[in-house]
């Protein structure tokens, strides 16, 4: 009985093409075409495709994405506030949006209808004579006030300081992670202002988030063994700013400071085994803590 001749191994991809060569991974046989480079011979498109899946992405110390490393975030959240400012300007008309009105000597600029819309206001009457206010139900003020500011040199001094701790903070958490970050610090300084403000004064500006953006640094910069000594002088001189120049909010600073420090906390000591869910579960406490004393102050004012 004859035996048949050995056959020539046929690429699996491309059936009617002869090879001799093996994948590495999956010992299939592949033709040129099919063949991609791997540290030792080759490898066919199906297992550097699996192979692709199975790498874990890259992540920070604190669990976020590289991407950070790129300031997307503090970029987009600087574009937001100068085109709201902007458009601050063009709703005054006329006025003195960008220069002029009170606080350092005439240059934070003066109220517009845009501010006079979103700022932090517990309750009083509006220019148009209707009641509105946080307290009357208008709890987007909280938000939008961290957006919005009293004039270009107000914007100026805000911007830099977000660029200048933002593009650090956000390569060190990641984007998602620098983005709560800034706004729970923005939203903490604002729900203090209406905590300890009078209920018709108005309040605005990203400083309350800057605020929370000085003590993540310092919290984030500890907990990565760097040295913190530099910052720390930049941080009394705001808070000497705070308390002594007329117009400054101090609750919403102060509290910007603090809130941004629990979050900062949270994100920093998560532990490595449950990381994700103690930062979301842990930034999720500090919003109810923040909607808890919304509501204790809605009270008061209302009752």
């Given at each position: 009985?004859?035996?048949?001749?050995?056959?020539?191994?046929?690429?699996?991809?491309?059936?009617?093409?002869?090879?001799?060569?093996?994948?590495?991974?999956?010992d299939r046989?592949?033709?040129?075409?099919?063949?991609?480079?791997?540290?030792?011979?080759?490898?066919?498109?199906?297992?550097?495709?699996?192979?692709?899946?199975?790498?874990?992405?890259?992540?920070?110390?604190?669990?976020?994405?590289?991407?950070?490393?790129?300031?997307?975030?503090?970029?987009?959240?600087?574009?937001?506030?100068?085109?709201?400012?902007?458009?601050?300007?063009?709703?005054?008309?006329?006025?003195?949006?960008?220069?002029?009105?009170?606080?350092?000597?005439?240059?934070?600029?003066?109220?517009?209808?845009?501010?006079?819309?979103?700022?932090v206001l517990?309750?009083?009457?509006?220019?148009?004579?209707?009641?509105?206010?946080?307290?009357?139900?208008?709890?987007?003020?909280?938000?939008t006030a961290?957006?919005?500011?009293?004039?270009?040199?107000?914007?100026?001094?805000?911007?830099?300081?977000?660029?200048?701790?933002?593009?650090?903070?956000?390569?060190?958490?990641?984007?998602?992670?620098?983005?709560?970050?800034?706004?729970?610090?923005?939203?903490?300084?604002?729900?203090?202002?209406?905590?300890?403000?009078?209920?018709?004064?108005?309040?605005?500006?990203?400083?309350?988030?800057?605020?929370?953006?000085?003590?993540?640094?310092?919290?984030?910069?500890?907990?990565?063994?760097?040295?913190?000594?530099?910052?720390?002088?930049?941080?009394?001189?705001?808070?000497?700013?705070?308390?002594?120049?007329?117009?400054?909010?101090?609750?919403?600073?102060?509290?910007?400071?603090?809130?941004?420090?629990?979050?900062?906390?949270?994100?920093?000591?998560?532990?490595?085994?449950?990381?994700?869910?103690?930062?979301?579960?842990?930034?999720?406490?500090?919003?109810?803590?923040?909607?808890?004393?919304?509501?204790?102050?809605?009270?008061?004012?209302?009752?």
């Amino acid at each position: 009985m004859s035996e048949s001749p050995p056959t020539t191994p046929v690429c699996y991809r491309h059936p009617g093409r002869e090879t001799y060569v093996r994948c590495t991974r999956c010992d299939r046989p592949i033709c040129p075409e099919c063949m991609r480079d791997a540290s030792v011979g080759h490898q066919c498109p199906e297992c550097v495709n699996e192979g692709r899946r199975s790498v874990r992405p890259a992540r920070t110390a604190f669990g976020g994405g590289t991407a950070g490393r790129h300031g997307y975030v503090t970029k987009a959240l600087i574009a937001v506030n100068v085109l709201l400012m902007l458009l601050s300007i063009a709703s005054d008309r006329g006025g003195d949006a960008a220069a002029g009105g009170s606080g350092f000597g005439g240059l934070m600029g003066g109220p517009t209808p845009l501010t006079n819309w979103g700022s932090v206001l517990g309750l009083a009457i509006l220019p148009d004579g209707t009641l509105g206010g946080i307290a009357d139900g208008q709890w987007y003020r909280l938000v939008t006030a961290m957006f919005l500011h009293y004039g270009v040199i107000h914007l100026l001094l805000n911007m830099w300081a977000l660029w200048v701790l933002g593009r650090s903070l956000e390569a060190n958490l990641g984007p998602l992670r620098f983005g709560a970050l800034y706004l729970v610090g923005g939203l903490g300084g604002n729900v203090a202002a209406y905590l300890f403000s009078a209920q018709n004064s108005t309040t605005v500006g990203a400083s309350t988030a800057v605020f929370g953006l000085f003590a993540a640094l310092i919290i984030i910069e500890r907990k990565m063994g760097r040295d913190i000594s530099q910052v720390i002088p930049i941080l009394v001189i705001n808070l000497v700013f705070t308390l002594t120049v007329p117009g400054i909010s101090i609750p919403g600073h102060l509290g910007g400071l603090v809130f941004g420090a629990l979050m900062a906390l949270v994100l920093a000591y998560a532990p490595r085994g449950r990381r994700t869910l103690v930062q979301v579960v842990g930034g999720a406490i500090i919003l109810l803590i923040l909607v808890g004393l919304v509501l204790v102050r809605t009270a008061q004012l209302l009752g």
